[in-house]
């Protein structure tokens, strides 16, 4: 799909969560993604608010008789003998399932399209931002180099992380992602892949403590994480939790 608007990284991470991106575009994207964590954080966003409609979709089972009607032109079945139920009449009409199907789809992506448009044009108020239920973090080094992107799902209780770059990590050694409340001592949250997209579960009591007032961490750790339940090794990347736009 390309649009007049290819340039706002909002509308194309939009698109490609909601799959009508074609095949160049979409690579575009994910390799643009790889070295821009503002970009990546734009994308796992309308990822993770798109997911829940996808749940809310109640499947349809389509009648036994167009199965049989599909079977049978793809050669599965006999063909009908002259005569035999030939006037089965529209309901039985391959090419009429194809055209609702057809325009199922296109209704589908112009009703999404309309909701991007709504959300891009309608004024964030305070009501709003304050019941969105996603935070980010984008995690860089001490001399601003981001290499990853957390975004917390409060719904969920998850937090996905996406490498921004490739990080070097010496063999032998992971990557555990930390929670730093203000005045308080680190808080594990689990070991990641460090040049791979992670999901990582949270405990109720953990995920009530994420706010806009917290720092996320990642520090080097022997596989399996820390042994003593605070960093070990060198914490590599840092970075502050904030509301997600």
Sequence with gaps: MSTPADHDPELRCAEYALGVLDAPAREALEQAVRADADLAATLARWERRFAPLAEDLTPIVAPARV????????GFLPARQPGAAAAAGWWNDLRLW??????????????????????????????????????????????????????????????????????????????????????EKPVPLGVFPADAPATLTLSADVAARINARVVLAVSIEPPGGSPTGQPTGPVVATGPMKGAA
């Design 67 to 74: 199965w049989t009607r599909i079977e049978r032109d793809l």
């Design 98 to 183: 194809r055209f609702l199907g057809i325009g199922a789809s296109v209704a589908a992506l112009a009703l999404a399209a309309v909701n991007l448009v709504w959300m891009r044009a309608t004024p964030v108020t305070t009501q709003v931002a304050s019941s969105n239920p996603y935070m980010v973090a984008t995690i860089a080094r001490p001399d601003g180099v981001a290499h990853w992107t957390a975004t917390f799902d409060q719904r969920r209780q998850d937090i996905v992380v996406v490498p921004a770059v490739k990080p070097t990590i010496e063999a032998g050694r992971a990557t555990e992602l930390w929670l730093i409340p203000p005045g």
